[in-house]
C-alpha cells in the first residue's frame, strides 16, 4: 500500500506541533492537498498513493490511540522517616534554580513518539520520585526506594527521565543495573544513548541531535558493545576525578557478579576511602530479579546483593531506585535486615510509587480476563511432544499442531500488517523449554516449517487457484478464515501480500549459545520469529510482538509475570494478537492479575492513610494469594517450618475448582441441602429479589458446613485451587462474630429444598484432570455480594465487589446449586469478608509444615534446572 505510512507521519507531525488537536480535520486537510492536481508527492516521501475510504478511517483510529491517551499520575507512600524530611526540594526551589538540559532535550525526544498527556505524566512522575531521592547538596544521606510499573509498560521511559533530572540538580556518578543477561543490558544501553546520552560511538543520536553541547555530555563508562571493565574505564574516564567534572558519569552494566566486582575494584582504585562529596543514584531495573538477598540470616550477603550494597557503602551519598513490574520478592525483603560492612538491606524503606499505564497499555486484564478471550487460543495437544517436566538432553521428535498454526497466524499478521501500510518489526515469541539444547532442537524444526512456508507460497502463491495447487496454501487459507472474523482485506489480498513479505521472515535463538544475534536495525524491518527463554523473561523487548506460543510455568508470580513479553503498547495490530498457552497457565495469569489488582487497591488505600512500605509489606504477606509466594521464598531462605498469616478481611473466596468424584458431588449436595435445611429451623430468610438471606446465624453452623464441604484441593492447605479452606476455618473459629447467609437463584432448572423454592444457576464448566473448573472461575455474579445491605446502597455499588465487602458488616456464606451445560448438577460456595484493610488484627495464623514445603522444594528444584 504505497504512502500510507509517510502520510500518517506527516499528519503525526502537524498534529505533534498543535495547540489544538483534531485529527478528523488534519486528515481532510491532507485528503484535500493530496487531490489538488499535478501535486508534488515528494513534499510527502511518496511517488504514489493509492489510499482508499478503510485506510483514510483506520489511519484516524491509529492516529487516535496516540493522541487521546490518558495517563493518571502514580500512587506514592513514605517510610515514617522519610514523612519528616523535606519532600518539596525538588520541585519547590532545585528545580528552579538549576537549568533542566538534560531533562529539557528528553521531554522534546518524548514528544516525537509519546502523546502529549503521557509526556506531561512522565514529568509529573519523575517529580514526584525526585522529591523523594535526596537534595545532592545534603551533605550525607542513604535513601531506599522503589517504583512499580506495568510489564512492558515503559519503566525505561520512566527512570530516563529520573536520571536526566538528577543529573541536572547535580548527582555525578549514575549506575544502572540493567538485568543478568547480555541482550538486556545491550539494550538499556542503547535506550540511554538515545535518551540521556545523545552519542552512540562518534554519532549523534536521540536527544543529542542538534543539542549536544561537548561540556554538557555524560561521560559513559559503557558502551552498546561492552560492558563495564576497568581497562576501557580508565581510558574512557580519561582522569575522571568527581571533584574537577562537571558532567555525569554513567555506567549501564550486567547484574552480574564479575560486572559488579569491576565497578567495586575501579572505585576503590579510584577513591581508597569512601566518596564524600559527590552523590551516587543506582537505578536497579527488573530488581526483584538476582538483586535480593536468599541466603540464611547469619551467612555473608549472596554475591549480587552484597556488591549492589558495597557500591552503595562507597558513597556517603548514596541513592537506591529498585524498578519493577513484579514487587513481590522485594516487599519480602526483611526490613530490619543490615550488616556493619555491606549497611542495610535493599527493602525499599523510604519510598515506593506505584505508575499508571497510559489507558493504550495491552495489558493483562485485556488478554486474560477478556470474557470473550479474543487474544487467547487454549492449547491441549504439547504434552505428548513437549512434556511440562523434560530434561536437557530431551529429544524433540516433532512440534504440536497448535505451533504450526500459530506460525501460520504470523506470517498472515505480517502480510495484513503490510496491508495497512505498517512497514515495522514483527515478532513471535516461542517459549516451551528451558534448555538451551532443546531450543535449538525446537528452532531448527521452526526453521522446517518457515522454509516449507516460503518456497510453497514463492511456487504457488501467485497462481489464480493457488489453493488447489498447495494444500499448506490452503492451511494459511483456512487459518485466515477461523482466526480473523473482522479482517476489511479478502484471502487474495492477503495471498498477494504475503508473497510479497514471505521471504522476509527470518528465524532467530535467544539464548547462552545464540550464533546470529537477533537484531532490530532501523533502515530495514525485521520479521523474526524467536525462540527463546530466560533470555527473553526480564525486560527484553520484542518489537512487533503478535504472536506467542508459551509453555513455560512457574509457582512464582513475579517470575510467570516477567515471562509474559506480550504486554505493551499495539498500535494498529492489536486486533492481530493471539497468545498460545495451556489452560492451566490461562487461569494462572488471570489469578495473578486479579491478586496483583487486589493489592495495589490496598496500595491506594494505603497513600491516602499515610501508611509506609512496611505496611504494604505486611499486607501482601498477609494478602490471601501471597502464601505460595511466602512460602517459596521461605524455603529458599532454608526455613523449615514458620507460621504463615493471613488476612481475609476484605477478601472474597469461592470454590471456582470442584472435585469430580461422584460421591463428592453427592456429599456436597447434601451438605448444602442440610444447612438450608438446619436455616430454615433456626432463622427467618428474606427474599432479596428470587435470592434467600439469613441474618446473625450463628457461626458454629458455618463451622460444620465448612467442615463438611469436601473442598477440591490438590496441596494440604488449597492453595492452588486459591480456596484456603483451613484458614477459612480457623477464621470462623477465632473471629467473634454471626455470619450471614445467602442462596441465590438462577436460570435454570427448578429446586426446592425444605419451604425454599428456587432455580439452579447456569454455569460453564469444564474438566481439567481431576476436578471440575468453572469458566472464569466465577462462580457468583457481580451484584451477589451485596445481598445483606439495603436497597440504596446496593444500586448505588453496582457490581463493586470491594466496595461492598467494606460496606458489609459480617461475614457473608454464599450458596449455589449449579447447573452445567451438560445439566449437571453441582453445590458450590463462597464467602465475603468484610473489610477492615486498615487494621492486621484479625489476621489468621497457620503453621505451614516440612510436607507441603518439600512438595513445594521438588518443583522448585526442577524450575532452577535451566542453562538457556
Known amino acids: 500500500m504505497n504512502g500510507y505510512q509517510e502520510i500518517k507521519e506527516f499528519i503525526f507531525n502537524k498534529l505533534k506541533k498543535s495547540n489544538n488537536i483534531d485529527i478528523k480535520l488534519e486528515i481532510e486537510n491532507a485528503q484535500k492537498v493530496l487531490n489538488v492536481p499535478e501535486m508534488d508527492l515528494n513534499v510527502f516521501g511518496i511517488s504514489d498513493i493509492s489510499l482508499g475510504d478503510a485506510d483514510w478511517q483506520r489511519m484516524q483510529e491509529e492516529l487516535e490511540t496516540q493522541f487521546n491517551v490518558k495517563m493518571e499520575q502514580g500512587i506514592l507512600i513514605k517510610g515514617k522517616e522519610q514523612q519528616n524530611r523535606d519532600t518539596t526540594w525538588w520541585t519547590g526551589k532545585a528545580q528552579q534554580e538549576n537549568e533542566s538540559y538534560y531533562w529539557g532535550r528528553y521531554r522534546e525526544h518524548l514528544k516525537d ?66 538485568g543478568g543477561i547480555n541482550n538486556l543490558r545491550d539494550q538499556t544501553q542503547a535506550r540511554l544513548n538515545e535518551s540521556f546520552i545523545g552519542k552512540d560511538g562518534g554519532a549523534q543520536i536521540g536527544v543529542g541531535k542538534g543539542d549536544a553541547k561537548n561540556d554538557k555530555l555524560p561521560i559513559s563508562l559503557t558502551t552498546k558493545e561492552k560492558d563495564f571493565n576497568k581497562q576501557d574505564a580508565d581510558r574512557n574516564a580519561q582522569g575522571l576525578n568527581f571533584e574537577v567534572i562537571k558532567t555525569p558519569v554513567i555506567l549501564v552494566i550486567k547484574k552480574n557478579i564479575h560486572s559488579l566486582k569491576n565497578v567495586i575494584d575501579w572505585l576503590d582504585k579510584q577513591y581508597p576511602n569512601k566518596v564524600e562529596n559527590h552523590a551516587m543514584l543506582m ?115 516433532s512440534i504440536p499442531k497448535s505451533l504450526y498454526e500459530a506460525m501460520r497466524v504470523f506470517f498472515l499478521n505480517i502480510a495484513i500488517r503490510y496491508l495497512r501500510g505498517q512497514n515495522k518489526h514483527n515478532s513471535m515469541l516461542i517459549h516451551a523449554t528451558r534448555f538451551t539444547a532443546v531450543h535449538q532442537k525446537l528452532a531448527f524444526r521452526v526453521s522446517q516449517y518457515l522454509e516449507q512456508i516460503q518456497k510453497e507460497v514463492n511456487v504457488y502463491g501467485r497462481l489464480p487457484n493457488a489453493n488447489q495447487q498447495s494444500s499448506l496454501i490452503q492451511c494459511l487459507e483456512h487459518t485466515l478464515n477461523t482466526k480473523y472474523s473482522d479482517l476489511d482485506f479478502s484471502w487474495q489480498e492477503v495471498l498477494l501480500s504475503l508473497c510479497n513479505i514471505v521471504n522476509t521472515v527470518v528465524y532467530r535463538e535467544v539464548h547462552q549459545q545464540t550464533s546470529v544475534k537477533l537484531e532490530y536495525r532501523n533502515d530495514v524491518v525485521t520479521n523474526a520469529i524467536v525462540v527463546g527463554g530466560t533470555s527473553l523473561s526480564r525486560g527484553y523487548t520484542l518489537e512487533g510482538l503478535s504472536v506467542s506460543y508459551f509453555l513455560r510455568s512457574t509457582v512464582f508470580y513475579d517470575t510467570l509475570m516477567q515471562m509474559g513479553r506480550w504486554f505493551g503498547y499495539r498500535e494498529g495490530y492489536q486486533d492481530l494478537c493471539k497468545v498460545y498457552m495451556p489452560e492451566t497457565m490461562i487461569d494462572n495469569f488471570g489469578h495473578i492479575i486479579d491478586a496483583t489488582e487486589d493489592l495495589f487497591a490496598d496500595f491506594k488505600k494505603m497513600s491516602d492513610k499515610n501508611m509506609t512500605p512496611k505496611d504494604f509489606g505486611l499486607a501482601v504477606k498477609s494478602h490471601p494469594d501471597s502464601i505460595l509466594q511466602v512460602t517459596a521464598r521461605n524455603k529458599q531462605r532454608n526455613v523449615t517450618e ?57 457461626k458454629q453452623q458455618i463451622i460444620d458446613f465448612l467442615s463438611n464441604f469436601k473442598v477440591y484441593q490438590n496441596d494440604a492447605y488449597g492453595i492452588s485451587s486459591r480456596m484456603p479452606i483451613n484458614f477459612i476455618k480457623e477464621y470462623a473459629e477465632d473471629i467473634k462474630t454471626n455470619w450471614d447467609v445467602a442462596l441465590y437463584s438462577g436460570g435454570g432448572k427448578n429446586e426446592k429444598i425444605a419451604n425454599i423454592e428456587f432455580k439452579r444457576e447456569q454455569r460453564k464448566v469444564r474438566l481439567n484432570n481431576d476436578c471440575i473448573e468453572i469458566q472464569n472461575r466465577q462462580v457468583s455474579t457481580g451484584t451477589s455480594e451485596s445481598i445483606s445491605l439495603d436497597r440504596q446502597t446496593r444500586k448505588e455499588l453496582g457490581s463493586n465487589r470491594k466496595q461492598v465487602r467494606e460496606k458489609i458488616e459480617k461475614p457473608l456464606l454464599r450458596l449455589h446449586i449449579l447447573e452445567t451445560q451438560e445439566s449437571e448438577r453441582l453445590s458450590a460456595f463462597g464467602v465475603s469478608f468484610p473489610s477492615k484493610i486498615i487494621s492486621n488484627t484479625q489476621n489468621i495464623k497457620l503453621k505451614i509444615n516440612t510436607v507441603y514445603q518439600q512438595q513445594l522444594l521438588d518443583f522448585l528444584q526442577y524450575e532452577e534446572q535451566s542453562d538457556d
Open 113 to 178: 513518539s509519546l502523546p502529549p498527556e503521557v509526556v506531561k505524566t512522565i514529568n509529573d512522575d519523575t517529580d514526584s520520585v525526585m522529591n523523594n531521592i535526596e537534595n545532592p547538596t545534603i551533605e550525607n544521606f542513604d535513601r531506599r526506594g522503589m517504583v512499580v510499573g506495568h510489564v512492558q509498560s515503559g519503566k525505561t521511559g520512566n527512570y530516563a527521565g529520573l536520571i536526566c533530572k538528577a543529573a541536572d540538580v547535580g548527582y555525578k556518578f549514575i549506575v544502572v543495573i540493567a
Open 283 to 397: 537505578i536497579d531495573d527488573e530488581s526483584d530479579y538476582a538483586s535480593i538477598d536468599t541466603s540464611k540470616a547469619e551467612n555473608e550477603p549472596t554475591a549480587i546483593n552484597k556488591g549492589l550494597r558495597k557500591i552503595l557503602a562507597k558513597f556517603n551519598k548514596s541513592i537506591y531506585v529498585a524498578y519493577t513490574a513484579t514487587p513481590y520478592a522485594n516487599i519480602f525483603i526483611d526490613h530490619q535486615s543490615g550488616h556493619e560492612e555491606y549497611e542495610d538491606d535493599l527493602f525499599p524503606r523510604d519510598f515506593i510509587y506505584a505508575l499508571s499505564a497510559p489507558d493504550n497499555y495491552f495489558g493483562a486484564r485485556e488478554i486474560f480476563l477478556d470474557n470473550d478471550r479474543k487474544y487467547l487460543v487454549s492449547i491441549d495437544d504439547y504434552q505428548d511432544i513437549i512434556p511440562a517436566k523434560h530434561k536437557k538432553d530431551f529429544d524433540l521428535p
Open 642 to 698: 514458620f507460621m504463615h498469616s493471613m488476612c481475609l478481611d476484605g477478601r472474597s473466596k469461592e470454590t471456582s475448582w470442584l472435585s469430580s468424584k461422584s460421591e463428592h458431588i453427592q456429599s456436597n449436595l447434601l451438605t448444602l441441602e442440610k444447612t438450608i435445611n438446619q436455616l430454615q429451623n433456626y432463622s427467618q430468610f428474606e427474599k432479596i429479589g428470587n435470592n434467600y438471606l439469613w441474618r446473625e446465624v450463628d
